[in-house]
Each structure stands twice: as structure tokens, then as C-alpha cells.
DNA sequence: CTTACGGCTTGATATATGTCAAAATTAACA
DNA sequence: TGTTAATTTTGACATATATCAAGCCGTAAG
């Protein structure tokens, strides 16, 4: 695996980011933005397969991806893997660790990424004199929990295909919400790496995208994916009950 | 379904409440504390099956259960239910409500329970005055996350055994911080329940209870549960991938 | 005390997904 | 650019869990 760049402690305008409305949607006076970049450092490229932290690494910072794409999993002590999710610009990862201190998972960068680095203390501390800033701390951190929680839903209660179409969706719609096509895009990661995450062996995957594809609903080849009927989907997902 | 006894609207006092240690585990002084009493109303009886919330409803407050057990569902549009989890004395539940100011599960009382109802924006207020207070909450909130990708990973990597294996040593370690029997206790949810919960059919978790108890790892008779090798259900646990 | 109902267990069978294997395709690297 | 390794697809078969069904048990209500 490689090292990621060298830190070049670059000094992020949250305020100027294009990517403020997704990362941090608050609002908060000029000079209030401006204590809110001084907390933040842009942190080096980190190059595919790289990793941003491991499961018990001391827990310091929270992430928000400027660029690329994590995933994030977890590890069983006989070697078993879960993928708790793939993380796209906008989104803040690193959660995990407040509750111990420690990573409780690893985040991986699955194409060449960059992240801002938000010291917890500092947020913590700025968050208590900007009550903009501590809701939206509090709705990043419970959105998180009912992320997981359909998840939940999803490996507790859906069939492979189900699985895959809501997977597909959810892409779908982050893709749109930042601007990029909703029915048109590329898959960051392999097929192993969805079974992972949809609790099922790559082989199922590959097949039930197959099938989607025999049913008309999506077009895929490799990694390049296209959705042919989004209600189609949608309608694909919720089924029938196992 | 019962309604709830009427709210007598008792002020309860978490600085004399037994379950302090578990639930708020804060260092505060004396006028701290009485201003987190002060926040904190006892609300009455939840007979066994009612609602403390239910999805949709408005997001106003957390909970903290004082005597009891609930346990926390999602349904999905085609009315398929995930059980979440199941909550017990000194912990705190409806954090997923925070972040669409919605609560997006129901939750519903597993045998008459007691909770402590915390207004979530006076503990926001408090919060920002006390950082040990703030620390707590997003502790609290870390953990939920860090429990429900634990989740995850049973619902997406293990196998029937293996599931009922954790969640029963699951109970255990919970029961065993409360001071109870680590080793012998009642079931306060049906087999369906259990099912929801680790995404199995009630007849499959009625199989593996028996497989267990064939192994001599458990005795189980109707809602009575005794672990007779702790050891064992470990090892049991992580046996091998699926 | 009796009856009724929901919850539980167990068996027989069906089915979805896993496993193993081979070939095709693509991506990575020298 | 050529070579190798990784990824993906597909088939044949194995297996874990679901489904369907019947009977039992325990609790609640009459």
C-alpha cells in the first residue's frame, strides 16, 4: 500500500469551498466562517489504496473528503470483512472513533483523494460558542445512525437483487445531489468490495447485476454503470419480503 | 396497544439515580448536576407494548431508560421490519431522531418500563456550558454508531449460530454491567423478535437455540436462558467465514 | 378449571446464495 | 508495448436458511 503525500498543512477556506454546502451547511457570520477555517488543514493527496486511518489508531480528527472516494470497514478477529459504507466528497468520516478514542474501523481510499482534517477538541470547543455549529455536528453524527440503521434493514431483510438496486439508488442519488448524473456513472469499487458491504460473495453480485441488466434496468460493463428505469429500481427493491 | 400511564411530570434527580454510572457517567459538581436535574422529567409507566415514539413522530427528546426494556424497529415501505435493537436500564435511545428533527423507528416497550425523558435542546444548551456534559453526547452518539456497524458486520458476515452466539453474549456482558447474572437470564423479546433483530426466521433461531443447547453451550427453556460456557459461545462466535 | 390463543419446536421440502472451477476480460506494471 | 496479475462472468453443484405444516406448551381470559 502506499504512503500518502507529504503533509503540506495547506489551510483550507471552508468558506470558499465549493463543497460547503454538503460538508457543512451552516450559517455562520464572516468571521465566525473564518475561526471555522482556522481549525481546518487540507491534508495530502492520499493515492488509491492508501489508508486514512486504522481500526485502533488513536482517534483525533474527523474527515471530510474534498475529493475521491473512501470505504470504510471493519474487521472481525478471524479475519472477516464488513464494509460499513463508501464515502464520496462532502462527506465526513472518522465518527467511529469518539466514542473510545480509537478508530474503531479503516477508512481506504479507493481512488486518489483528498480530505480536510478537523481536530475533534477544536471542533468541540468552537462548537460550544456557535450553536449553528453544534446542531449541525449533532445532525451529521445521528444522520450517520440512521445510515447504519438501514443498512441494518437492508442486510436484515432484503434478497441479493434488492440489495444491489438499493445499493445502486443510493449511489444514484448522492451522485445527483453533487451534481453529477444520477443514471450515469462509474463504479469506485470492486465487486468484491459491494458483496462486502451488501453481505454477499462477489459471484452473487456479479449475477444479480446480470439479471438487472437481463430485466432492462441498468446497463453495466466493468465498472461503468447506467440505470435504465430508476422507478424500475426503485420498484425492484421492495420486493417481496424474505 | 396501551397507552402510556398520564404524565406526572416527575422531576427526577440523576444525581441520586443508581443508573448515574451508566447513563450520564459525568464528572460534574453539585450546581452542574442540579442544572442536568433540572432538564430531566420522569414521564410515567410504558405498559409492556406501547410506544415510547414512533416514526415520523417529532423529534423532541432522548430517553433514557430508567426500569425496563424496549426495543427499537424500521419498516419499510412494503411493511418488512428490522428490529434495530433492544434497549435496557441506563440507556439512552432516540438519537436517530435528530437528524431530520423525525424519528425514523419505532420504539416499544418490551415489559412496563420507566424512562427519563431529556428535551434535546435544553441539552444542547447545557451542553455548550458544560464540555463534560458535550463529551458525554457525542460519546454516546459515537457509540450508537459503533454498535449498529458491529451490527453490520453480524448481519453481513456471520451465520445463524454465530449470530444467536454474539447476541446472547451480547445480553450477557449487558446484564453483567448491571450487576446481574452474566450467565442466567430471561429473553424479554419472542424468537420472531430475536429473528428481526439478526435478520433469521423465528424458526431458525428457535433451530440454533437448540443447536446450542445440543452443544451443551446453553440451556434454554421458553424465555429462561442460562449460558453454561461462556468460553464456548465465544469461540462459537467466530468460527469460520461464510 | 377449562378453553383459546400466541408462542415455540420440530420435520419435510424448497430455494437463494455460497462454493468451486474455468475462461474471458481488463487493469497494472515492467 | 508486452506480460502478468487482478477482476469479472458464468456454469455446476453444495448448503444454509426459508417456507410450509403439524403438534405442543404455557399463559391469559372466561
Redesign the interface.
Known amino acids: 500500500m502506499h504512503k500518502p503525500a507529504p503533509n503540506n498543512s495547506l489551510k483550507t477556506a471552508c468558506s470558499t469551498c465549493n463543497l460547503r454546502k454538503l460538508c457543512l451547511p451552516v450559517n455562520l457570520s464572516n468571521i465566525e466562517m473564518a475561526r471555522l477555517d482556522d481549525l481546518i488543514t487540507r491534508k495530502g493527496v492520499y493515492r488509491h489504496g492508501s489508508i486514512l486511518y486504522r481500526s485502533g489508531d488513536k482517534f483525533q480528527a474527523l474527515y471530510a473528503i474534498r475529493t475521491g472516494f473512501f470505504k470504510t470497514q471493519?474487521l472481525?478477529?478471524?479475519?472477516?470483512?464488513?464494509a460499513?459504507g463508501f464515502q464520496m466528497a462532502g462527506e465526513i468520516i472518522g465518527?467511529?472513533?469518539?466514542?473510545?478514542d480509537a478508530h474503531?474501523?479503516d477508512a481506504v481510499a479507493l481512488e486518489d483523494s483528498e480530505v480536510c482534517e478537523i481536530p475533534f477538541n477544536r471542533l468541540?470547543d468552537l462548537?460550544?460558542?456557535l450553536?449553528p455549529l453544534?446542531?449541525h455536528?449533532?445532525?451529521?453524527?445521528?444522520?450517520?445512525?440512521?445510515r447504519?440503521?438501514?443498512?441494518?434493514?437492508l442486510?436484515?431483510?432484503?434478497r441479493a437483487e434488492e440489495r444491489l438496486a438499493a445499493f445502486l439508488l443510493n449511489l444514484s442519488q448522492r451522485f445527483a445531489v453533487r451534481g453529477y448524473s444520477p443514471t450515469s456513472f462509474q463504479l469506485r469499487m470492486t465487486r468484491q468490495e459491494i458483496g462486502?458491504?451488501?453481505?454477499l460473495k462477489l459471484e452473487t453480485v456479479s449475477r444479480a447485476l446480470s439479471q438487472l441488466q437481463e430485466s432492462k434496468l441498468i446497463n453495466v460493463r466493468n465498472r461503468s454503470l447506467e440505470i435504465l428505469c430508476l422507478p424500475g429500481l426503485q420498484a425492484c427493491m421492495?420486493?417481496?419480503?424474505?
Not at 455536528?137 to 440512521?146: A, D, K, N, P
Not at 462486502?196 to 453481505?199: A, F, P, R, T, V
Not at 421492495?238 to 424474505?242: D, M, Q, V
Open positions: 471493519i472481525n478477529e478471524d479475519g472477516r470483512e464488513q460499513t465518527m467511529d472513533g469518539i466514542s473510545s474503531t474501523c468541540e462548537s460550544r460558542e450553536p453544534q446542531r455536528l449533532h445532525r451529521i453524527l445521528s444522520r450517520e445512525i440512521v447504519d440503521q438501514n443498512i441494518m434493514l442486510l436484515g431483510s432484503m462486502s458491504y451488501l453481505g421492495g420486493k417481496r419480503a424474505r
